[in-house]
Protein backbone atom coordinates (compact mmCIF):
# COMPACT_ATOMS: atom_id res chain seq x y z
CA UNK A 1 0.00 0.00 0.00
CA UNK A 2 1.62 3.26 -1.12
CA UNK A 3 1.98 6.15 1.96
CA UNK A 4 -0.42 8.91 2.39
CA UNK A 5 -0.71 11.31 -0.46
CA UNK A 6 -1.84 13.93 2.40
CA UNK A 7 1.52 13.89 5.09
CA UNK A 8 4.54 13.83 4.12
CA UNK A 9 7.65 13.32 6.47
CA UNK A 10 11.02 14.58 5.79
CA UNK A 11 14.44 14.14 7.45
CA UNK A 12 17.06 11.77 7.77
CA UNK A 13 16.46 8.02 7.18
CA UNK A 14 16.31 6.96 11.15
CA UNK A 15 13.44 9.49 11.20
CA UNK A 16 11.24 9.05 8.24
CA UNK A 17 11.02 4.42 8.29
CA UNK A 18 9.37 4.45 11.46
CA UNK A 19 6.50 6.74 10.04
CA UNK A 20 6.55 4.96 6.70
CA UNK A 21 5.83 1.97 8.92
CA UNK A 22 2.17 3.84 10.12
CA UNK A 23 1.43 4.66 6.46
CA UNK A 24 3.17 8.56 5.87
CA UNK A 25 4.87 9.31 3.13
CA UNK A 26 8.45 9.69 3.48
CA UNK A 27 11.08 11.96 1.69
CA UNK A 28 14.70 11.42 2.68
CA UNK A 29 16.91 14.22 3.14
CA UNK A 30 20.15 15.55 5.17
CA UNK A 31 21.28 19.25 6.01
CA UNK A 32 22.67 19.56 2.35
CA UNK A 33 19.79 18.90 0.38
CA UNK A 34 17.04 19.52 2.51
CA UNK A 35 16.44 23.19 1.37
CA UNK A 36 15.95 21.76 -2.39
CA UNK A 37 13.32 18.93 -1.18
CA UNK A 38 11.37 21.39 1.05
CA UNK A 39 10.76 23.77 -2.11
CA UNK A 40 9.84 20.78 -3.86
CA UNK A 41 7.40 19.57 -1.20
CA UNK A 42 6.12 23.28 -1.27
CA UNK A 43 4.74 23.24 -4.29
CA UNK A 44 2.93 19.03 -3.83
CA UNK A 45 0.02 18.51 -3.04
CA UNK A 46 0.58 17.17 0.59
CA UNK A 47 -1.46 18.95 3.10
CA UNK A 48 1.13 19.04 5.84
CA UNK A 49 4.93 18.41 5.63
CA UNK A 50 6.68 17.29 8.93
CA UNK A 51 10.53 18.15 9.02
CA UNK A 52 13.07 17.40 11.35
CA UNK A 53 13.53 20.02 13.74
CA UNK A 54 17.26 19.94 12.83
CA UNK A 55 16.85 21.07 9.54
CA UNK A 56 15.23 24.08 11.19
CA UNK A 57 17.79 26.52 10.71
CA UNK A 58 18.05 25.74 7.23
CA UNK A 59 14.87 26.26 6.28
CA UNK A 60 13.98 29.72 8.46
CA UNK A 61 14.27 31.88 5.85
CA UNK A 62 12.17 29.84 3.39
CA UNK A 63 9.47 29.12 5.93
CA UNK A 64 9.30 33.19 6.79
CA UNK A 65 8.83 33.80 3.12
CA UNK A 66 5.89 30.68 2.80
CA UNK A 67 4.47 31.88 5.78
CA UNK A 68 1.01 33.27 4.56
CA UNK A 69 0.55 30.08 2.79
CA UNK A 70 -2.01 27.23 4.25
CA UNK A 71 -0.77 24.24 2.49
CA UNK A 72 1.02 22.38 2.84
CA UNK A 73 1.75 23.20 6.74
CA UNK A 74 5.32 22.63 7.60
CA UNK A 75 5.86 21.73 11.23
CA UNK A 76 9.30 20.69 12.81
CA UNK A 77 9.04 17.41 15.22
CA UNK A 78 11.77 15.97 17.19
CA UNK A 79 14.85 14.37 15.87
CA UNK A 80 16.30 11.68 17.66
CA UNK A 81 17.91 12.31 20.70
CA UNK A 82 17.82 15.37 22.46
CA UNK A 83 19.25 17.73 20.00
CA UNK A 84 18.61 21.87 20.26
CA UNK A 85 14.38 21.33 20.54
CA UNK A 86 14.04 23.98 17.58
CA UNK A 87 10.28 22.97 17.07
CA UNK A 88 9.90 24.50 20.89
CA UNK A 89 11.68 27.72 19.86
CA UNK A 90 10.18 28.22 16.80
CA UNK A 91 6.48 28.01 18.76
CA UNK A 92 8.20 30.28 21.57
CA UNK A 93 9.53 32.76 18.29
CA UNK A 94 6.18 32.94 16.93
CA UNK A 95 4.43 33.88 20.59
CA UNK A 96 6.86 36.99 20.74
CA UNK A 97 6.01 37.87 17.17
CA UNK A 98 2.69 38.02 18.12
CA UNK A 99 2.46 38.99 21.59
CA UNK A 100 6.20 40.55 22.44
CA UNK A 101 6.68 38.78 25.61
CA UNK A 102 7.52 34.70 25.78
CA UNK A 103 4.31 33.65 27.62
CA UNK A 104 5.06 29.89 26.80
CA UNK A 105 8.09 30.53 29.14
CA UNK A 106 6.09 32.24 31.74
CA UNK A 107 3.30 29.65 31.79
CA UNK A 108 6.06 27.32 32.31
CA UNK B 1 3.91 67.24 9.63
CA UNK B 2 1.90 69.11 7.62
CA UNK B 3 0.08 67.45 4.57
CA UNK B 4 0.69 69.49 1.30
CA UNK B 5 -2.38 70.41 0.57
CA UNK B 6 -4.15 74.15 -0.38
CA UNK B 7 -6.04 75.44 2.49
CA UNK B 8 -9.16 75.79 1.00
CA UNK B 9 -12.38 75.33 2.51
CA UNK B 10 -13.10 72.28 -0.38
CA UNK B 11 -10.04 71.20 1.42
CA UNK B 12 -10.98 71.26 5.21
CA UNK B 13 -14.26 69.57 4.32
CA UNK B 14 -12.30 66.30 2.68
CA UNK B 15 -9.50 66.45 5.22
CA UNK B 16 -12.56 66.53 8.33
CA UNK B 17 -14.03 63.32 6.38
CA UNK B 18 -10.98 61.66 5.71
CA UNK B 19 -9.74 62.26 9.69
CA UNK B 20 -13.47 60.63 10.70
CA UNK B 21 -12.65 57.63 8.92
CA UNK B 22 -9.19 56.75 10.02
CA UNK B 23 -10.72 57.45 13.51
CA UNK B 24 -12.97 54.74 13.01
CA UNK B 25 -10.37 52.02 11.29
CA UNK B 26 -8.18 53.15 14.04
CA UNK B 27 -10.95 51.56 16.16
CA UNK B 28 -11.64 48.90 14.02
CA UNK B 29 -8.13 47.60 13.76
CA UNK B 30 -7.54 48.27 17.68
CA UNK B 31 -10.79 45.69 18.35
CA UNK B 32 -9.08 43.34 15.98
CA UNK B 33 -6.04 43.41 16.89
CA UNK B 34 -7.31 42.40 20.78
CA UNK B 35 -9.07 39.69 19.38
CA UNK B 36 -6.41 38.78 17.41
CA UNK B 37 -4.42 38.70 20.67
CA UNK B 38 -7.15 36.81 22.76
CA UNK B 39 -6.99 33.93 20.26
CA UNK B 40 -3.48 33.74 19.92
CA UNK B 41 -3.47 33.37 24.38
CA UNK B 42 -5.84 30.38 24.05
CA UNK B 43 -3.75 28.46 21.52
CA UNK B 44 -0.23 28.71 23.27
CA UNK B 45 -1.91 26.72 26.65
CA UNK B 46 -3.33 24.20 23.78
CA UNK B 47 0.20 23.99 21.85
CA UNK B 48 2.32 23.70 24.75
CA UNK B 49 0.01 20.71 26.09
CA UNK B 50 -0.06 19.33 22.95
CA UNK B 51 3.98 19.46 22.22
CA UNK B 52 4.55 17.80 25.26
CA UNK B 53 1.97 14.74 24.33
CA UNK B 54 3.55 14.42 21.64
CA UNK B 55 7.09 15.36 21.83
CA UNK B 56 7.63 12.84 24.61
CA UNK B 57 6.64 10.03 22.93
CA UNK B 58 8.02 10.65 19.57
CA UNK B 59 11.28 10.58 20.92
CA UNK B 60 10.70 7.28 22.67
CA UNK B 61 9.41 5.94 19.54
CA UNK B 62 12.81 6.97 17.76
CA UNK B 63 15.00 5.34 20.25
CA UNK B 64 12.93 2.32 20.31
CA UNK B 65 12.96 1.56 16.58
CA UNK B 66 16.86 2.58 16.60
CA UNK B 67 17.40 0.00 19.29
CA UNK B 68 14.88 -2.72 16.58
CA UNK B 69 17.46 -2.05 14.02
CA UNK B 70 20.34 -2.83 16.48
CA UNK B 71 19.32 -5.63 17.53
CA UNK B 72 18.02 -7.73 14.33
CA UNK B 73 19.70 -7.02 10.38
CA UNK B 74 18.78 -3.45 10.02
CA UNK B 75 17.90 -4.79 6.16
CA UNK B 76 14.75 -6.84 7.58
CA UNK B 77 13.08 -3.83 9.75
CA UNK B 78 13.71 -1.63 6.47
CA UNK B 79 11.81 -4.93 4.12
CA UNK B 80 9.38 -4.68 7.14
CA UNK B 81 8.54 -1.42 7.33
CA UNK B 82 8.25 -0.76 3.84
CA UNK B 83 4.53 -2.16 3.07
CA UNK B 84 2.29 -0.46 5.37
CA UNK B 85 -1.09 -2.07 6.37
CA UNK B 86 -1.62 1.79 8.00
CA UNK B 87 -3.08 4.54 6.83
CA UNK B 88 -3.84 8.22 7.83
CA UNK B 89 -6.18 10.11 5.78
CA UNK B 90 -6.71 13.67 6.39
CA UNK B 91 -9.86 15.91 5.37
CA UNK B 92 -8.32 18.85 5.41
CA UNK B 93 -10.10 22.10 4.77
CA UNK B 94 -9.81 26.25 5.97
CA UNK B 95 -11.81 28.54 8.15
CA UNK B 96 -11.54 31.91 8.67
CA UNK B 97 -10.42 33.86 12.23
CA UNK B 98 -11.36 37.27 12.19
CA UNK B 99 -10.16 37.05 7.84
CA UNK B 100 -7.59 34.91 8.29
CA UNK B 101 -7.46 31.93 6.54
CA UNK B 102 -6.06 29.19 8.79
CA UNK B 103 -6.21 25.54 8.33
CA UNK B 104 -8.26 22.46 9.34
CA UNK B 105 -7.12 18.76 9.47
CA UNK B 106 -9.58 15.80 10.61
CA UNK B 107 -7.32 12.62 10.61
CA UNK B 108 -8.78 9.35 10.50
CA UNK B 109 -6.44 6.39 11.63
CA UNK B 110 -6.93 3.33 9.48
CA UNK B 111 -5.72 -0.47 9.26
CA UNK B 112 -3.30 -1.84 11.21
CA UNK B 113 0.01 -1.60 12.53
CA UNK B 114 1.43 -4.96 12.49
CA UNK B 115 2.26 -5.95 8.41
CA UNK B 116 5.59 -7.75 8.98
CA UNK B 117 6.82 -11.16 10.13
CA UNK B 118 7.64 -11.55 13.90
CA UNK B 119 10.58 -13.63 13.18
CA UNK B 120 13.28 -11.58 11.66
CA UNK B 121 12.53 -8.46 13.72
CA UNK B 122 12.43 -7.13 17.31
CA UNK B 123 9.87 -6.60 19.36
CA UNK B 124 11.20 -3.50 20.46
CA UNK B 125 9.63 -2.61 16.71
CA UNK B 126 6.10 -3.64 17.65
CA UNK B 127 6.62 -1.01 20.66
CA UNK B 128 7.97 1.87 18.25
CA UNK B 129 5.13 1.72 15.78
CA UNK B 130 2.63 1.34 18.66
CA UNK B 131 3.85 4.51 19.82
CA UNK B 132 4.07 6.45 17.03
CA UNK B 133 0.67 4.84 15.78
CA UNK B 134 -0.97 6.66 19.07
CA UNK B 135 0.76 9.89 18.60
CA UNK B 136 -0.71 10.77 14.60
CA UNK B 137 -3.48 12.16 15.27
CA UNK B 138 -2.18 14.27 17.81
CA UNK B 139 0.58 15.27 15.25
CA UNK B 140 -1.89 15.91 12.44
CA UNK B 141 -3.82 18.79 15.49
CA UNK B 142 -0.87 19.85 16.27
CA UNK B 143 0.36 20.48 12.46
CA UNK B 144 -3.65 22.58 12.46
CA UNK B 145 -2.81 24.90 16.28
CA UNK B 146 0.78 25.86 15.21
CA UNK B 147 -0.50 26.63 11.58
CA UNK B 148 -2.96 28.62 12.91
CA UNK B 149 -0.74 30.40 15.67
CA UNK B 150 1.81 31.49 12.39
CA UNK B 151 -0.66 32.76 10.63
CA UNK B 152 -2.30 34.83 13.17
CA UNK B 153 1.04 35.61 14.73
CA UNK B 154 1.85 37.58 11.07
CA UNK B 155 -1.79 39.34 10.90
CA UNK B 156 -1.36 40.41 14.40
CA UNK B 157 2.04 42.54 12.94
CA UNK B 158 1.04 43.62 10.25
CA UNK B 159 -2.64 44.75 12.41
CA UNK B 160 0.09 46.28 14.57
CA UNK B 161 1.69 48.03 11.91
CA UNK B 162 -1.55 49.46 10.52
CA UNK B 163 -2.60 50.83 14.12
CA UNK B 164 0.39 52.59 14.87
CA UNK B 165 0.18 54.32 11.45
CA UNK B 166 -2.54 55.57 11.59
CA UNK B 167 -2.26 56.91 15.19
CA UNK B 168 0.94 58.32 15.27
CA UNK B 169 1.23 59.40 11.79
CA UNK B 170 -2.26 59.60 9.47
CA UNK B 171 -4.48 61.19 12.50
CA UNK B 172 -1.88 63.43 13.74
CA UNK B 173 -1.03 64.91 10.41
CA UNK B 174 -4.81 65.31 9.31
CA UNK B 175 -5.22 66.89 12.82
CA UNK B 176 -2.69 69.64 12.16
CA UNK B 177 -3.47 69.82 8.50
CA UNK B 178 -7.10 70.81 9.57
CA UNK B 179 -6.27 73.22 12.42
CA UNK B 180 -3.67 75.03 10.09
CA UNK B 181 -6.10 75.43 7.59
CA UNK B 182 -8.82 76.32 9.48
CA UNK B 183 -6.18 79.08 10.68
CA UNK B 184 -5.42 80.01 7.13
CA UNK B 185 -9.27 80.81 6.68
CA UNK B 186 -9.40 82.99 9.35
CA UNK B 187 -6.91 84.53 8.94
CA UNK B 188 -8.32 85.33 5.06
CA UNK B 189 -11.48 86.52 6.25
CA UNK B 190 -10.36 89.10 8.80
CA UNK B 191 -8.46 90.18 6.02
CA UNK B 192 -10.89 90.87 3.66
CA UNK B 193 -13.17 92.47 6.71
CA UNK B 194 -10.45 94.65 7.21
CA UNK B 195 -10.11 95.46 3.58
CA UNK B 196 -13.71 96.31 3.35
CA UNK B 197 -13.83 98.53 6.50
CA UNK B 198 -10.97 100.28 4.50
CA UNK B 199 -13.32 100.68 1.11
CA UNK B 200 -16.00 101.86 3.23
CA UNK B 201 -14.13 104.26 4.89
CA UNK B 202 -12.43 105.54 1.53
CA UNK B 203 -16.25 105.87 0.06
CA UNK B 204 -17.47 107.55 2.61
CA UNK B 205 -14.97 110.15 2.69
Redesign the interface.
Given at each position: ?P??S??CILGHK??A????????SSVLADKTDALAKATELAGSEY??V?YAEDFYPILHDFLLRR??G??P?F?P????GEGERY??QR?RE??R???GVD??LE?? | MRLAVNATRMELLKLRRRLAIAARGHKLLKDKLEE??RN??SL??E??QM?EE??EP??R???R??LA?AQRDPRA??I???????????E?G?RRILNV???T?KPKLT?R?RSYGFLETSGELDL??KA??SV?EK??L???K??T??????E??RTRRRVNALEYVVIPNTEETISFIKLKLSEMERGNLTRLMRIKEIIRG
Open positions: MGSEIELEPFRAVGLKIFAGVFTVIPSIAMVLIKAIVYAK | LMVYVDIRRVELRAFAYASTEATSLPAARLVIATKAPFGIALLYLMVLAEEKLELLASIE
